[in-house]
């Protein structure tokens, strides 16, 4: 069974900084693509970051320089280190696996079935 489990969610002031954990159970993290997306109210989810089997990352513009993502083979976690908060970064975040041939430079929801619970984010400004 697969399991993701996010932690790290909470409440910052705009210009501060979180670091998400998602530890994976029943996938590994570096032979899976593992990405993070977010959904804030009344939005669709989106993708922020992703990381495939090679080490390779992408980002969604509005995360590059100032969204991290990482993995650690060792605990089997995926990370996701947020610097210069924006109130619009505000959302539920969520970690998604998928066999990496399964996913495109898009990283399109539908892509990735796996899923964890989501942790929420609020930047206050």
């Known amino acids: 069974e697969v399991q993701l489990v996010e932690s790290g969610g909470g409440s910052v002031e705009a210009g501060g900084s979180l670091s998400l954990s998602c530890a994976a159970f029943g996938v590994s993290v570096i032979t899976y693509c593992m990405a993070w997306f977010r959904q804030a109210p009344g939005k669709n989810r989106e993708a922020v970051a992703g990381i495939d089997d090679e080490g390779r990352t992408n980002y969604v513009n509005s995360a590059k320089g100032r969204f991290t993502i990482s993995r650690e083979h060792a605990v089997n976690t995926l990370y996701l280190q947020m610097n210069t908060l924006k109130p619009e970064d505000t959302a539920v975040y969520y970690c998604?696996?998928?066999?990496?041939?399964?996913?495109?430079?898009?990283?399109?929801?539908?892509?990735?079935?796996?899923w964890g619970q989501g942790t929420q984010v609020t930047v206050s400004s």
């Open positions: 998604a696996a998928a066999p990496c041939g399964w996913v495109s430079q898009d990283l399109r929801e539908s892509e990735f079935p796996f």
